[in-house]
């Protein structure tokens, strides 16, 4: 079946710093890849998506690539700021079937 | 165009009562995935409907069911409520239940159900 691996948190960074967190996926066929944001007492919001091999998705200064070859798609952003502290689930989509979530990653971006 | 909308926001009810939820998605989308989220176990699936048909059901007993209307809007239901029911229950809608483009779903604010 579908499942998603994320790294578990909380994750501290200070302000600026490069964040990556990581996930990697097994599924059969060709999901769709998806990162999305919860900001506490939010539901969740679309960061960003990918829909096939090789995709970058990108918003907000987030990034992630659809790498088949080793079945991840790990988010990153070069500066991150004290607003962008929530946590992040990485999602899978494929066809006929419901969405996977990852177990989402708590992260902290201190000032 | 409006978001995802669910009402209520908040509840409180009581050991052995039932609950109905209430979903209305963003204008156009057909499909409509409900979530339970708990701090202990995450983000789980409960069930899936597209055009008023259940496409998809999670591993969830039988005293947690949906249904969607005609206009695509949706309700869950949840008869004899138990303590570990208490969670914050997540409606998401997309353009369509395939893959690809309009397969990312939207989610609503969420529904905070407290049992006690």
Known sequence: ?111 | KAGVTQTPRYLIKTRGQQVTLSCSPISGHRSVSWYQQTPGQGLQFLFEYFSETQRNKGNFPGRFSGRQFSNSRSEMNVSTLELGDSALYLCASSLTPGQGEGYEQYFGPGTRLTVT
């Open chain 1, 1 to 111: 079946g579908n499942s998603v691996t994320q790294m578990e948190g909380p994750v501290t960074l200070s302000e600026e710093a490069f964040l990556t967190i990581n996930c990697t996926y097994t599924a059969t066929g060709y999901p769709s890849l998806f990162w999305y944001v919860q900001y506490p007492g939010e539901g969740l919001q679309l960061l960003l998506k990918a829909t096939k091999a090789d995709d970058k998705g990108s918003n907000k200064g987030f990034e992630a690539t659809y790498r088949k070859e080793t079945t991840s798609f790990h988010l990153e952003k070069g500066s991150v700021q004290v607003s962008d502290s929530a946590v992040y689930f990485c999602a899978l989509g494929n066809y006929g079937q419901n969405f996977v979530f990852g177990p989402g990653t708590r992260l902290s971006v201190l000032p």
